[in-house]
């Protein structure tokens, strides 16, 4: 057990015992996982000081306790509650600290690029979880947890990377595109930081300087030897295969694989994950965005198969329709992937497909 001032906390940590207010109420019990919400709470509360589990005692220690009716659990609590889950959190957290290290490292020229550090970095994250279905599960329960660029960056690389096995890549090219993955966001070290955390919507001065980072990433990594279709991948991720993306409007063929690979990967992210300005979007509207529209914009020979994939990660999920009423996942319509057949608590199966006037507004 150590002790550690508040300011100096971070999410995924364990809590070695309760944590009580001034007052004597009961905060949080031993054994918690910390996340930034949890540590913003007790900043308000005025604690001080949290005694926590050191990181490597965390394995032989008991998580939060578990709800009193295990069956009234959902999916995402059940998952969040898992060893496994809180590993993961303890892993990425560190890796998104070291990520933002190494960027600034990077950009400051104090430290050169190391390609094969970068992937090692992050290969645990992927590489100790035998199916992608448990990644995604790890992945759509830190969305509350971290929204920052690193965070996003190892996300994308690691949905990249699932995307880039689905379509049957070869190894060597998923360790390139999960570099370029991990890269393709660089450049926004170099945007001001106000308008990246700015809450409201960015003027369009603003929005002309957040357009400038794929060539600013570029800039950064000029000088390093790397696979041209990193280069690529970093500077055409926001080019869309209708036109109408940046910084150059490119069109398709012209766009490289790597980049309409990262592209997919970088929108669901982004749409999915909370941001300083708004929560993320429920991902059955995201992937209903990309039934609707995403056929133009995007290469339909990594859309298509994402799409089947990343559905299939939400079956056995708790959601809430948009009248109320409360779910489960159970079948997917392959022909509307957003619109799926749902078990509600009375045992009565919605197949939304039949129920226009209803759609998944929350995954609980």
């Given amino acids: 057990m150590v002790k550690l001032s508040t300011k ?21 019990p031993a054994h918690t996982i910390l996340t930034s919400q949890r540590i913003s709470h007790l900043e308000f509360y005025g604690i001080k000081e949290v005694e926590i589990i050191p990181e490597n005692e965390v394995a032989d220690s008991p998580l939060e306790n578990p709800a009193q009716n295990e069956d009234k659990e959902s999916y995402a609590q059940k998952v969040r509650r898992s060893r496994k889950f809180h590993m993961f959190k303890v ?17 400051e020229g104090t430290e050169n690029l190391d390609s094969d550090a970068l992937l090692d970095q992050i290969s645990s994250l992927y590489s100790n979880h035998l199916t992608s279905l448990s990644v995604f599960d790890m992945l759509h329960n830190m969305r509350q947890i971290d929204d920052t660029t690193y965070a996003h960056c190892i996300n994308v690389a690691i949905i990249s990377r699932m995307l880039g096995e689905w379509v ?17 966001d660089i450049g926004k070290c170099m945007v ?21 980072h794929p060539n600013y990433g570029v800039k950064i990594l000029a000088e390093y030897d790397l696979d041209d279709r990193v280069r690529s991948a970093i500077l055409m991720h926001h080019e869309r295969c209708d036109g109408s993306g940046y910084p150059s409007g490119l069109r398709g063929e012209t766009i490289s694989d790597f980049a309409k690979i990262i592209a997919i990967a970088d929108v669901y992210d982004a749409m999915t994950c909370n941001r300083c300005y708004r929560k993320g979007i429920c991902p059955f509207e995201v992937i209903a965005t990309f039934e609707r529209k995403g056929f133009d914009r995007y290469e339909s020979k990594f859309l298509l198969p994402f799409l ?29 992937l957003s619109r799926p057949v749902i078990s509600t608590a009375n045992n009565k199966y919605l197949d939304l497909t039949k129920h226009p006037e209803l759609y998944i507004q929350a995954i609980i």
């Fill in 192 to 212: 001001d930081p106000k308008i990246l955390s700015k809450p409201g919507p960015l003027t369009p001065e603003e929005y002309k300087q957040v357009k400038k």
């Fill in 308 to 336: 089947h994939h990343i559905i299939d990660t939400y079956i056995g999920n708790s959601v809430l329709l948009n009248d109320g009423t409360p779910g489960k996942v159970i079948f997917i319509n392959k022909q509307s």
């Fill in 8 to 28: 100096d906390l971070s999410a995924g940590m364990l809590t070695a015992s309760p944590i009580y207010s001034k007052t004597g109420q009961l905060l949080f």
């Fill in 168 to 184: 049957e890549l070869p190894e060597e090219d998923l360790e390139v595109l999960t570099l370029a993955g991990l890269l393709h």
């Fill in 91 to 107: 892993d990425y957290t560190k890796k998104t600290n070291l990520l933002k290290n190494s960027f600034g490292n990077l950009i």
